[in-house]
C-alpha cells in the first residue's frame, strides 16, 4: 500500500508538472509575474522557504544590508519561479515560437571552437534560462549532449527527458555516461555541462565569492584529457524583449599543465565568469542551492583541497 501511495503520487506531481508546462505556454506574462509573486509571498514570507539561508549568503557574499537582502531573497524567489514558468514551456513550445524569443551574441566563438575538430564542452549554471540553451542549438543543428542528474521521481524524469530530447538534443547520465560522453566528444559534438552545484568532497576547490566552493571536475578533466575546448554560455532573460544567450571566448585547454593545477586554474577561470555575472544580476541566480555546503578541511586526502589548505596556510603566513 505504501508503495502503491507514493506511486500514485509520483504520477500526480508528474501530472502537475506538465498541467503548468501547457498553463505557462500560454499565459500572458502578466499573469506570470503575478503567479511568481504570489507564490513567492507563500515560499517565503508565510513558509520562510531557505529564506534565512538565501539572505545570510547574499549578506556574506555580496556584502548586503540585512534590509538589502531581504529584498533581494524575495527578488531572488520571484525571478526564480517566473524563469520556471518560462523553462517548462520547452515541454510544448514550438520550434518559432522558441526562436522568436531568443536573440544570440558570440555564436562565433563556438563556431570556432567546434571547427577544431575536438569536440567542444559548453559549461553553464543555475543562472537565467539555463534549460533553453540546449534546446535553441538542437534547433538550429548543433549536435549537443547534456550531461543530467536523474530525478528520483521517474514520471517527472521521463518528463524531463521527452522535454529536453524533442528537439534534437540527447541526454546522458552523470554518473553512469563516461563512454557516451568520450563517444560524443570524439565526433566532434557539444557536452552540456552544469558547473556551479556543490560537488561534495571530490570536487575541485575554487574560490566563488572569495569563499571556498567544490566544483564539478568533469569539465577540466575532460578537456585536458580530449583537447576539447571549453565555452562558458549564458541565457539572460528579458521578458520585455528576447532573451539573450550570450557565448563567450574559449578556454583551450592546451594553455593549462595536464595535472590537479591545471584543472583547478581551468575550474576557477569559468567560475571567476559566473561569479561576475552573479554580481551583476544576482536575482537570476539559484542563491537556493547550498553551494559552499562543502569545504577544503572536509575532506583532506582530496588533492585540490590540499590545494586550497596550501593557499590558506601561505596566505595566513604573509598575513602574520
Same mark, same amino acid.
Given at each position: !500500500? =505504501?508503495?502503491?501511495? =507514493? ?13 503548468? +508546462?501547457?498553463?505557462?505556454?500560454? %499565459? ?35 556584502? !548586503?544590508? *540585512?534590509?538589502?537582502?531581504?529584498? %533581494?531573497?524575495?527578488?531572488? /524567489? ?8 518560462? %523553462? ?36 553553464? &549554471? ?5 534549460? !533553453?540553451?540546449? *534546446? ?14 536523474? *530525478?528520483?521521481?521517474?514520471?517527472? $524524469?521521463?518528463? !524531463?527527458?521527452?522535454?529536453? *530530447? ?6 546522458? $547520465? ?13 565526433? &566532434?559534438?557539444?557536452?552540456?555541462? %552544469?558547473? $556551479?552545484?556543490?560537488?561534495?568532497? @571530490? &570536487?575541485? /576547490? ?13 569539465? +577540466?578533466?575532460? +578537456?585536458?584529457?580530449? &583537447? ?31 595535472? $590537479?593545477?591545471?584543472?583547478? @586554474? ?13 554580481? @551583476? ?34 596566505? +595566513?603566513?604573509?598575513?602574520?
Amino acid at each position: !500500500m =505504501k508503495q502503491l501511495l =507514493k506511486n500514485l503520487f509520483h504520477r500526480l506531481q508528474a501530472w502537475l508538472l506538465d498541467l503548468l +508546462a501547457r498553463s505557462c505556454n500560454s %499565459m500572458s506574462l502578466s499573469r506570470k509575474k503575478y503567479l511568481a509573486s504570489l507564490l513567492t509571498i507563500l515560499a517565503c514570507r508565510i513558509a520562510g522557504l531557505r529564506r534565512r539561508e538565501v539572505r545570510a549568503s547574499l549578506q556574506l557574499h555580496l556584502g !548586503m544590508s *540585512q534590509s538589502e537582502a531581504e529584498q %533581494m531573497a524575495e527578488k531572488v /524567489f520571484r525571478h526564480f519561479l517566473l524563469n520556471a514558468f518560462e %523553462m517548462a514551456s520547452l515541454a510544448c513550445i514550438s520550434r518559432e515560437k522558441l526562436l522568436d524569443k531568443i536573440e544570440i551574441s558570440g555564436l562565433e566563438h563556438l563556431d570556432d571552437a567546434l571547427a577544431l575538430n575536438r569536440g567542444t564542452i559548453i559549461v553553464s &549554471g543555475h543562472f537565467g534560462l539555463w534549460e !533553453m540553451i540546449p *534546446q535553441w542549438l538542437a534547433i538550429n543543428g548543433y549536435p549537443v549532449c547534456t550531461v543530467v542528474r536523474r *530525478q528520483n521521481n521517474h514520471y517527472v $524524469d521521463t518528463w !524531463m527527458e521527452n522535454m529536453r *530530447q524533442r528537439f534534437g538534443g540527447k541526454t546522458t $547520465d552523470s554518473g553512469f555516461g563516461i563512454r557516451e560522453i568520450l563517444r560524443a566528444l570524439r565526433k &566532434g559534438e557539444i557536452l552540456a555541462l %552544469m558547473v $556551479d552545484q556543490d560537488n561534495g568532497k @571530490q &570536487g575541485i /576547490f575554487v574560490r566563488f565569492f572569495k569563499h571556498w566552493a567544490s566544483a564539478p571536475t568533469g569539465p +577540466a578533466q575532460l +578537456a585536458l584529457k580530449t &583537447g576539447a575546448p571549453i565555452v562558458p554560455l549564458f541565457m539572460f532573460p528579458n521578458f520585455a524583449g528576447k532573451h539573450l544567450l550570450k557565448i563567450y571566448p574559449a578556454i583551450q585547454p592546451e594553455e593549462y599543465a595536464n595535472n $590537479d593545477e591545471g584543472q583547478r @586554474q581551468i575550474t576557477a577561470r569559468y567560475t571567476a565568469l559566473l561569479e561576475d555575472l552573479v554580481r @551583476q544580476q544576482p536575482h537570476n541566480w539559484f542563491w537556493l542551492h547550498r553551494r559552499w555546503k562543502t569545504q577544503p578541511d572536509d575532506a583532506p586526502a582530496n588533492p585540490w583541497a590540499q590545494l586550497a589548505i596550501k593557499a590558506d596556510s601561505s596566505k +595566513a603566513s604573509v598575513n602574520r
